[in-house]
């Protein structure tokens, strides 16, 4: 781990508390604050299940009794595989007060990247509901002991986490322990979990609860906030999203989420007109679909004040219409999962600038645009690469030197892969890009991961992934492919083969072009602007 990292530096730390930026409470501390003060009062709806802050509270003991009951030592780190519903919470507040370090898996992972990922943070336990995706999760943690993982435990829950507990399959001991030697703290490894990435299989992204805390703030004060919100968290708890607009601000405002363990835009709309919900997270893909129901004209959405978005282009008209239909206000946070935020939108920004830009830059962050020789760009409207220093960015990327090396600039600056622009006022544009990915519904999506990984098929000569444009997921993944010598190929071939692979789903190609010969740039390398260009061509024509 290099030591340019602000975080591991004591006078960052002292800076970040002086400042109120950071602190000493734990989420864990606040459940528990809830639990004695709103004991009664609803903490999480989970599609029709709810639970009340003092069964929350309760369960989280509970189960990190049961944790500690394993034998595996503090700073052991435990995985977390659930669906979006009241036990992921449960478990992040369990492994905090047993001392361990959760490692996030996102629901949809596919096994190889389950593997990667429990491979590289080494996670000794394993936390599931007893089938994933239809498959039974004792068969799941076989396989990946027999993989050489290093999983002696796994903990098996019921989905609201007030049921049975197992333990490799026998039912669990409680251990009761001294909460002040055996939790950790604000500013402990709290969460690794994955960055979608631009190469490869994901990296494994280091966060303390202090920097949510510190975005939990800039959240606040950007919608006006109070512990009277009622929340509605559409993005997976694991990733930097999902945390804090479903794990860390209602959490520490003592207020009701609403979860549900698959997005439906239909349920969605259901549930923000029953439950009188104010503040909606969700990306942009999320809110198209539910634009594009029949129901978002028949329900009452008048409650909402405001709806969080993000992870991709936030599209104008689109959104206007959203706060033309549900009188509420489209904001958003502009960063990633390692940087946290470098810009944000208020209710108190105009339709113009909540919509059309990624809002005034956060100063707490430190932000600067670079030009390509590292230079800082003082001019307004002159596009560069943003880098940012704050309470709000992670501890960097688990065990991966030459990855920090990339992310982390030689004075202690982050790096974000996108191309910038700021105004006379401050406010930040996205521009570009430059990294090869495709975003999906707000996902990250390497292309030449994908690449790698059909390239495996033995009909596969050279195949190239490009984005495809799509008015609901804003791209989605083309893939264009020359093949092998008397061989064929179709998309139900490539699918079939990376889910074989183990291949997450969001990788899967949505279409398939077979050309002959794929253009090249000088130097040889696959020209894809002409790819790009091409995929809009033949879907304009076909429309």
Not at 1 to 28: C, F, I, S
Not at 165 to 170: L, P, R, Y
Not at 183 to 201: P, W
Not at 507 to 520: C, G, I, K
Request: proline letters at 4%.
């Amino acid at each position: 781990m290099t030591a340019r990292l602000a975080h591991q530096n004591p006078a960052d730390v002292a800076a970040y508390k002086r400042a109120g930026w950071w602190g000493e409470t734990t989420v864990g501390e606040m459940v528990s604050h809830w639990g004695v003060e709103r004991p009664d009062a609803t903490a999480y709806v989970a599609d029709d299940a709810r639970a009340t802050w003092a069964e929350y509270d309760e369960r989280a003991s509970r189960l990190a009794r049961a944790l500690v009951a394993t034998g595996l030592p503090r700073g052991a780190r435990c995985a977390v595989l659930l669906p979006d519903g009241v036990a992921v919470h449960v478990a992040f507040v369990a492994a905090e007060r047993a001392g361990f370090t959760v490692v996030g898996l996102g629901h949809r992972a596919g096994d190889a990247e389950i593997r990667h990922i429990l491979g590289k943070t080494g996670a000794q336990a394993l936390v599931t509901l007893a089938e994933h995706r239809g498959r039974p999760t004792a068969e799941l943690a076989g396989a990946l002991r027999a993989d050489g993982l290093p999983v002696s435990q796994h903990v098996v829950i019921t989905a609201d986490a007030s049921g049975d507990i197992t333990v490799n399959g026998d039912a669990a001991s409680e251990t009761p322990f001294d909460l002040g030697s055996r939790g950790y703290g604000a500013d402990d490894l709290f969460i690794i979990n994955s960055t979608s990435g631009t190469t490869g299989m994901p990296k494994c992204v280091m966060h303390n609860e202090n920097r949510w805390f510190f975005f939990h703030q800039l959240a606040v004060a950007a919608g006006e906030m109070t512990s009277d919100d009622v929340f509605f968290g559409a993005v997976p708890a694991p990733f930097g999203f999902g945390l804090w607009t479903a794990h860390v601000t209602p959490n520490v405002l003592g207020s009701t989420t609403v979860v549900t363990e698959r997005f439906d835009a239909d349920e969605t709309l259901r549930l923000i007109e029953r439950e009188r919900v104010t503040v909606l997270s969700c990306v942009s893909t999320q809110f198209l679909m539910m634009l594009n129901s029949p129901e978002v004209e028949q329900r009452d959405l008048t409650s909402l004040r405001c709806m969080f978005t993000g992870g991709e282009a936030v599209p104008y008209e689109r959104a206007a219409r959203f706060e033309d239909v549900t009188g509420a206000r489209v904001l958003q946070f502009y960063g990633s999962n390692e940087t946290g935020a470098l810009s944000n939108t208020t209710m108190r920004d105009d339709r113009e600038h909540r919509l059309q830009t990624a809002g005034r830059i956060i100063p707490e962050m430190d932000v600067r645009l670079l030009d390509d020789d590292g230079r800082d760009i003082t001019e307004p409207g002159v596009p560069g690469n943003p880098v940012c220093k704050g309470a709000a960015t992670c501890f960097g990327y688990l065990d991966d030197d030459a990855a920090n090396e990339e992310l982390i600039t030689d004075d202690g600056f982050m790096r974000i892969g996108d191309l910038c622009e700021l105004d006379a006022d401050g406010y930040l544009r996205v521009v570009g890009r430059t990294s090869d990915i495709i975003i999906r519904g707000g996902k990250n999506i390497s292309a030449p991961a994908v690449e790698a990984e059909v390239a495996s098929h033995p009909a596969v000569a050279v195949a190239a992934a490009v984005s495809m444009p799509d008015e609901i997921f804003g791209e989605r993944v083309c893939l264009y492919a020359e093949l092998r010598p008397d061989s064929t190929l179709d998309l139900h071939d490539v699918v079939a083969h990376l889910r074989a692979r183990g291949v997450s789903t969001e990788w899967f190609p949505e279409r398939l072009v077979v050309v002959d010969a794929l253009p090249r740039a000088s130097g040889g390398k696959v020209a894809k602007g002409e790819l790009r260009a091409d995929i809009r061509r033949r879907i304009e024509s076909e429309s």
